[in-house]
């Protein structure tokens, strides 16, 4: 095998792999086993990739997860023996795994009964019934905070490596219902009078 071809396949290896989102059914992910993960619980392969593309949680692993008081479940989910960053999801146990989006370094928390779920790259809101209540149809959005959400269209994620953020595109905000109640404005204007 010539040195071109090594580095090529030994950088293949070395890049990081993203799990497959619940949303994005994926049809080369069907088989695919992951590993759960809650405070002080670890759980090998409780969930594969279905039909669908979508994780599944082992029956087995139900009863087993840690549920709050509300009955929903957080649950990070990585690729069995990748070391990726992983994609939380909440669960009733009765249900889909539902992902939403990181917030210091755990699950979105629900604000105004809502919390930021990802869908086809998008990202919507979804209500504590694990329902998508708001489209998914933003490029960018942030936890609702005094019944608001920031939220834009043809923004970009932007990475420091501990922290991340969107810019560009243009920005307005929402209610909890998903009624536009701030329009929406281009990120050099919107960046002035935040």
């Known amino acids: 095998m010539s040195d071109v071809l090594k580095l090529i396949v030994l950088a293949f290896l070395l890049l990081p792999l993203d799990p497959v989102a619940a949303a994005d059914p ?35 692993y139900v009863p087993r997860l840690q549920y709050r008081p509300d009955g929903l479940a957080p649950v990070l989910l990585s ?15 009765d249900g889909p795994l539902v992902p ?34 708001i489209p998914a149809v933003y490029d960018g959005a942030y936890p609702f905070e005094k019944g608001v959400a920031v939220v834009c269209l043809a923004c970009t994620l932007v990475s420091d490596g501990s922290h ?22 281009p990120w050099e204007v919107w960046k002035t009078i935040r």
């Open 26 to 60: 994926n049809e080369d992910a069907r088989g695919v086993v992951f590993d759960c993960w809650q405070p002080e619980l670890i759980f090998k392969q409780c969930a594969v990739a279905g039909p669908d593309g979508r994780p599944h949680l082992t029956p087995a």
């Open 79 to 93: 690729v069995t023996g990748k070391k990726v960053r992983g994609q939380w999801y909440y669960t009733r146990g």
């Open 100 to 133: 939403v989006e990181r917030y210091d370094n755990g699950p979105d928390d629900f604000v105004d009964g809502r919390a930021r779920s990802r869908v086809g790259g998008k990202v919507g809101y979804i209500d504590r019934n694990l329902d998508l209540v």
């Open 164 to 185: 991340s953020w969107y810019e560009g595109g243009e920005w307005g905000r929402i209610d909890p219902r998903g009624r536009v109640v701030a329009p929406f404005q």
